[in-house]
Nanobody, 121 residues
Framework: QVQLVESGGGLVQAGGSLRLSCAASGRTFSTYAMNWFRQAPGKEREFVAGISRGGSTTDYVDSVKGRFTISRDNAKNTVYLQMNSLKPEDTAVYYC??????????????WGQGTQVTVSS
């Protein structure tokens, strides 16, 4: 089992940047693919980005391609989401999730508590 804690959310103007972090507990972090999801008010949760357990494979939803970058540091048990050129429609609670798979398949088996990202126009 792995416990996840997100940080780095906040309020930013459109066009700005934020970097989210997700710190994992336990010694098995590197065995999980890691994903970021988000949920906006009144909408279903959606997949945003995923990364394989070794970091060589990434996956993004079309709406963030070219703007967001997912990365991980297995030595620090941490996964990151660098978000650039933010838009008001990126406003949501962002969750990281560990997936019991070598490559991201847009699923989550363990979840963090979420961090709020608000982009003002």
């Amino acid at each position: 089992q792995v416990q996840l804690v997100e940080s780095g959310g906040g309020l930013v103007q459109a066009g700005g940047s934020l970097r989210l972090s997700c710190a994992a507990s336990g010694r098995t972090f590197s065995t999980y693919a890691m994903n970021w999801f988000r949920q906006a008010p009144g909408k279903e949760r959606e997949f945003v980005a995923g990364i394989s357990r070794g970091g060589s494979t990434t996956d993004y939803v079309d709406s963030v391609k070219g703007r967001f970058t997912i990365s991980r540091d297995n030595a620090k048990n941490t996964v990151y989401l660098q978000m650039n050129s933010l838009k008001p429609e990126d406003t949501a609670v962002y969750y990281c999730a560990a997936e019991a798979s070598p490559r991201p398949q847009r699923r989550g088996h363990y979840w963090g508590q979420g961090t709020q990202v608000t982009v003002s126009s």
